[in-house]
């Protein structure tokens, strides 16, 4: 599985993206998905996860309520919606595949995308 995750770029706190992980190679309909994210200097961190069907979501406490984790796996993608974006949530953020539950665990993950630099400033 290839993933490609795009739609970072530069907005101002409290302003919205979202990010996109498309997979080629193979269907994304047996995977759980997760979003992680890496500040400069820091570990990479999780940030959501959903299940293979979407039933299921997981969302590290900091970003509740402001982000949304989807997917839509009949175009292979795979989505983050960042809204009320804070100067803390500034990172380069990478979307991962793994078989079977989602997990906030990033050693758990098969397959990891390049990353997306997000950049909120204040």
């Known amino acids: 599985v290839q993933l490609q995750a795009y739609g970072g770029g530069l907005v101002q706190a409290g302003g919205s993206l979202r990010l996109s992980c498309a997979a080629s190679?193979?269907?994304?309909?047996?995977?759980?998905m997760g979003w992680f994210r890496q500040a400069p200097g820091k570990e990479r961190d999780f940030v959501a996860a959903i299940s293979w069907s979407g039933g299921t979501t997981y969302y590290q406490d900091s970003i509740k309520g402001r982000f949304t984790i989807s997917r839509d796996n009949a175009i292979n993608t795979v989505y983050l919606q960042m809204n009320s974006l804070k100067p803390e949530d500034t990172a380069v953020y990478y979307c991962a595949a793994k078989k079977f539950g989602p997990s906030d665990r990033s050693g758990e993950y098969d397959y990891w995308g390049q990353g997306t630099q997000v950049t909120v400033s204040s």
């Open positions: 190679g193979r269907s994304l309909s047996s995977y759980s």
